[in-house]
């Protein structure tokens, strides 16, 4: 895309989802979690300055609240939350390096070119701002995806959720101009439950089996269903 060809405010929006995309890669590649943590809430701090460009380009006003509730919410109120269930599980200090970070990253890069192909014969050739955007936020949404598969930390899960989240909500407000008030409060509202529900998941977990590892989860339940089969 020929970005000079492009308005000013609209190179902005193109600038600061690539910056958006680029956090998506430090999630992943990130072993510290609190570090993990930080870089989401920079992420949603992006989503929150593309909100408000969009805003200011298309002189929609109501968007000027939704980028003050997505800074408050994903940059201040989700981390805040995160940390705390953090410290209260004793998870200051832990690391989780993936098994095999070169390729998780080829991954994650075949993931954006696929994401390019894919856009590319659905948005008409003229509207190249709306093409490139929809490809980063759907690189977004499948590297959050990616981050899942490969994490076996289920805070570090529930923060490729959250990436993902950001990645819709990039769509749909980069490409589409924005979507109703009502909509965004309460798509909003339903990510601060989901993020409530999962601080209550974790310390159910924790309390468990005394970890939050997943596989060593998956391994838990395999072994009682083994048990359960030879019992006569």
Known sequence: MNLPALPLLQQLVVLLAALVLFLSFV???????????????????????????VALSGEVHHLY?????????KALVI????????????LERHTEALQRPTLAIIAAVGLVIFSSWLVLPMVAEELAFTRN???????????????????QQAVAQVLGFMSIENGLFLAAVSATGGMPLIVELGVAFDVLVAMVL????????????????????????????MAGEERP
């Not at 939704?66 to 919410?73: E, K, V």
């Not at 981390?79 to 004793?90: D, E, N, T």
């Not at 980063?136 to 959050?144: D, F, P, R, T």
């Open 65 to 73: 609240f939704s980028a003050g509730l997505t800074l408050i919410l």
């Open 198 to 225: 999962f601080g209550v998941f974790f310390f159910q977990i924790r309390e468990s089996i005394d970890s939050l590892d997943v596989d060593r989860l998956n391994r838990l339940s395999e072994t009682a269903e």
């Open 133 to 151: 955007i929809l490809a980063i936020s759907l690189a977004v949404v499948l590297i959050g995806f990616l981050m899942m598969v490969v994490r």
């Open 27 to 53: 999630l992943l590649a990130q072993s510290r979690l609190v570090s993990a943590i930080h870089a989401f809430a920079w992420q949603g701090a992006l989503v929150a300055a593309v909100t408000a460009v």
């Open 79 to 90: 981390p805040a939350m995160l940390h705390r269930q953090v410290r209260g599980l004793a």
